[in-house]
């Protein structure tokens, strides 16, 4: 299998959350940050990442094929809704991140949702929801 891409996955598409089998068919990397701070917004069933914040984001990275990326793309409405951005991470390396695409709409809504500043949406879910 040809990889095409490396995407950070700093919400829903994470290991074990909500759309994690979508990944099924990529490589996971392992654990990173990204090097630049972002906000981090709680927008219910899925977070929303803008940059110019106030942490940096916390996520795995993963090894795509371009059919996998295009299901990606998709599901977070690229170019529309999220825009999908190359991106340097604390590691030195780089990682496609999917950026909220600021609009009135989404700025409404980003001032209505809670922030997750901690940048860890893992963590915010088992706060939010503990077990």
């Not at 979508?22 to 990442?49: I, Q, R, T």
């Not at 690229?78 to 991470?89: A, G, N, Q, S, T």
Request: glycine share 8%; net charge negative; hydrophobic share 35%.
């Amino acid at each position: 299998m040809s990889h095409a891409a490396r995407v950070f996955a700093y919400g829903s598409l994470m290991r074990g959350l909500k759309y994690s089998a979508l990944l099924v068919d990529a490589v996971f990397c392992g654990a990173a940050e990204s090097l630049d701070p972002y906000e981090l917004y709680d927008l219910g069933p899925y977070p929303a990442a803008s940059p110019g914040g106030q942490a940096v984001l916390r996520g795995e990275v993963y090894e795509l094929d371009e059919a996998t990326l295009e299901r990606v793309d998709v599901l977070e409405g690229h170019p529309h809704l999220y825009r999908r951005r190359e991106r340097p991470l604390k590691d030195g390396s780089t990682a496609w991140i999917y950026e909220i695409v600021m609009n009135e709409e989404t700025r409404d809504r980003l001032r209505r949702a809670p922030r997750v500043d901690s940048g860890d949406w893992r963590r915010w879910l088992e706060l939010r929801s503990p077990t």
